[in-house]
């Protein structure tokens, strides 16, 4: 078990670290203009590379999930009530039917999104969680992609929403998540990847070079394989949950309300799920948020195991607990780098809520999202540069001064989600009632203090700018009574 397990983390985390792609060096290209169009229903191939080839569409048929979760009234969430207005007005062209008439799509298709130029020492790779124990027939309902920059051995995440409602080349618009699966059933060219690729590459201009694809039973067994995780909580989550893990989920007394309060929390595989699945109680965004967290928490557990010598017999061994199409050789290329990765900070990317807009398809009234591109473009842009947030090609170094290791992994947590990297000192006397903030450089270019200062929860000018530029961190934070680790995140000021 803990082998097979291990081998799920390899996939999902060092084999995130993939070798660069045969692309052309290039500068990053301007950012990708879309204008939004309606088409035919069955979306055209011609702007896509002269390689791709429109397939026959075919229908897809899934079986549901029984609906366990007893009858609750979910909270409030940022994300807008749906309308049937899209974001601008789009201007239809009429395509003829069999019999002559002239029907109106029922929502506009946008057109492909030019291309972002990706440079040689970049790979991206897309992380997918299915819906369900197998990995047959299921939606992707997490879908994160990692770009992989080998120069400066740095990686950046990014997720994906499941409910954005995307084009889907040769086929129509529909959700995101039933692309790979759709693509699976039909004979596209690389089936489900080939699909997702292009789909990818119509509505956001970023190819992938590969993807790792995991379902439920394989993400339970790889946390427990590893001895569980354990994940900064920097804020409370309640949601259903089964009382045990082995009780029928159709019936509903054997749900219960739970609680997942503030603090490192130590995770089994079976929390570790329901934490990275709940979403009742709080948004299909901030789920995606919880699900980065786990694999770094994977990453940062297999390398403290000292685990990556024994990949290349685990990847003859187990190598069907998941579906990838990374080999070994580039596995063990990543293998070698995977520390210096940790070391230099995994960067967190979101999309915000203004690159989203809420949408009710006209026939079906399904609820949907509906990409912003120019909101959303300067985001997939960073998925391709370096953190803003560092100094001399390095990140930013936070040392924080604390009374409790617990309260400094909190505070590390958050400063961590955007690259930056924390540094623990025991205080020495007791926390003072408030927090402070010191910068050890003359001004605060290039020091992200605004970002800084607002996940303390202060303004930018309670920082004391000490100027002692030989001082070995970027900045010195002493937690003080009035520290709260619960920040809303997504909405954290832009870099």
Not at 341 to 359: C, D, K, M, Q
Request: aromatic residues 8%; glycine residues 6%; charged residues 15%.
């Amino acid at each position: 078990m803990r082998k097979v397990g291990w081998l799920c983390v390899l996939f999902l985390l060092v084999g995130c670290m993939q070798a660069g792609q045969d692309v052309p060096v290039a500068e990053l290209a301007t950012l990708p203009t879309r204008v939004a169009t309606a088409v035919s229903p069955v979306i055209p191939s011609a702007t896509l590379p002269a390689t791709f080839t429109p397939r026959p569409t075919a229908t897809m048929t899934f079986t549901p999930t029984p609906s366990a979760t007893p009858t609750t009234t979910p909270s409030p969430t940022t994300t807008p009530s749906p309308t049937n207005t899209p974001t601008s007005t789009p201007t239809f062209f009429p395509y003829a039917t069999l019999d002559g008439t002239l029907p109106t799509p029922e929502t506009a298709v946008p057109t492909p999104v030019p291309t972002f130029a990706i440079p040689d020492n970049f790979t991206i790779i897309a992380l997918l969680g299915n819906d369900g124990d197998n990995l047959t027939g299921q939606r992707t309902d997490s879908i994160i992609l990692v770009a992989i920059d080998k120069n400066n051995k740095t990686a950046t995440m990014l997720s994906l929403p499941r409910d954005l409602y995307v084009a889907v080349p040769g086929w129509q618009m529909t959700r995101i998540n039933l692309v790979l699966p759709h693509g699976n059933v039909i004979d596209y060219p690389d089936r489900g990847k080939g699909l997702l690729r292009d789909t990818l590459l119509w509505n956001f201009g970023i190819p992938i070079d590969n993807y790792v694809r995991i379902g439920f039973a394989g993400f339970k067994q790889a946390v427990d394989a590893l001895g569980g995780v354990d994940v900064p909580v920097t804020c409370p989550l309640r949601d259903w949950r089964l009382i045990t893990p082995d009780l029928d989920p159709t019936v509903e007394e054997n749900w219960e309300q739970f609680t997942l309060e503030t603090g490192v929390q130590h995770m089994d595989g079976d929390l570790a799920l329901w934490y990275a699945r709940s979403r009742r109680t709080t948004s299909d965004f901030e789920r995606g948020r919880r699900q980065q967290q786990l694999v770094q928490a994977m990453f940062n557990q297999g390398l403290n195991r000292d685990l990556i010598p024994q990949v290349p017999a685990l990847w003859e061994a187990y190598r069907q607990t998941v579906e990838t199409d990374l080999g070994l050789a580039t596995v063990l290329d990543l293998a070698a780098i995977a520390p210096t990765i940790r070391e230099n900070g995994v960067r967190h990317l979101t999309l915000p809520y203004t690159a989203f807009r809420s949408w009710k398809v006209p026939n079906s009234g399904a609820a949907v999202q509906l990409i912003q591109w120019e909101a959303a473009a300067p985001v997939f842009a960073q998925l391709l540069q370096p953190s803003a947030l560092s100094r001399g090609g390095r990140p930013l170094t936070v040392e924080i001064i604390a009374n409790d290791a617990a309260q400094y992994r909190l505070a590390a947590e958050n400063l961590s989600w955007f690259g930056m990297i924390p540094i623990f000192t025991q205080a020495g006397d007791p926390a003072p009632a408030t927090t402070s903030i010191s910068l050890h450089a003359p001004n605060s270019k290039g020091t992200g203090s605004g970002l800084v200062a607002w996940l303390f929860n202060q303004h930018a000018d309670a920082i004391t700018f000490l100027g002692d530029t030989d001082y070995p961190y970027t900045y010195t934070i002493r937690l003080g009574a009035d520290f709260n680790p619960c920040r809303p995140l997504l909405e954290a000021p832009r870099e």
